[in-house]
């Protein structure tokens, strides 16, 4: 039996909102960097509904498995 790779999906933010079992962890999202006083840091990437979100689909909420 041939083995499948590891690959994910994308999907707009909006319509997983839409589901009732949609859980959200927002602090596994994608950092940014931001330019503050000259200097770069890492900040947290606002999700709104226009996101669109990349999902592993064999992990669960902290590790790792959401980018925006």
């Not at 960097?33 to 200097?39: A, R």
């Not at 606002?46 to 992990?59: A, V, W």
């Amino acid at each position: 039996m041939a083995t499948m790779g590891k690959y994910c999906k994308a999907y707009s933010l909006k319509k997983l909102r839409e589901f009732s079992q949609w859980t959200e962890c927002a602090e596994n999202a994608k950092r940014e960097n931001q330019s503050v006083e000259g200097k770069e840091v890492e900040s947290n990437r606002e999700l709104t509904d226009l996101s669109t979100l990349k999902i592993l689909p064999t992990r669960g909420c902290n590790d790792n498995s959401l980018h925006s």
